[in-house]
């Protein structure tokens, strides 16, 4: 199976930066897809930015510019640097992984465990 494990999450002040990581490990033949998700109180979970194996990205307007998401295929790692934090974005933020185990199989959606990230001064 697949393991993803996100870090970097914590606590910073309005207009700080944070970085997350998230490392998938396991039996993993081809990515498609690797994004992070985040669910504020109160609210449905929501895609916050998505990247797909060959470098094309997707980002919520809210982020749009301040957040970017990125891949290193070699490590099976996605990252997202979170720059101009506002208090809005405090949320749980969830890394998910679509990926294909071996060859003509079908795809499989993995989620991780996630990391809190608060905004506040």
């Known amino acids: 199976q697949v393991q993803l494990v996100e870090s970097g999450g914590g606590l910073v002040q309005p207009g700080g930066s944070l970085r997350l990581s998230c490392v998938a490990s396991?039996?993993?033949?081809?990515?498609?897809?690797m994004a992070w998700y985040r669910q504020a109180p109160g609210k449905q979970r929501e895609l916050v930015a998505a990247?797909?194996?060959?470098?094309?990205?997707n980002y919520a307007d809210s982020v749009a510019g301040r957040f970017t998401i990125s891949m290193d295929n070699a490590k099976n790692t996605v990252y997202l640097q979170m720059n101009s934090l506002k208090p809005e974005d405090t949320a749980d933020y969830y890394c998910?992984?679509?990926?294909?185990?071996?060859?003509?199989?079908?795809?499989?959606?993995?989620w991780g465990q996630g990391t809190q990230v608060t905004v506040s001064s």
């Open positions: 990247i797909r194996s060959g470098g094309s990205t």
């Open positions: 396991g039996i993993i033949f081809s990515i498609n897809t």
């Open positions: 998910y992984v679509n990926i294909i185990m071996r060859p003509h199989s079908e795809a499989r959606g993995y």
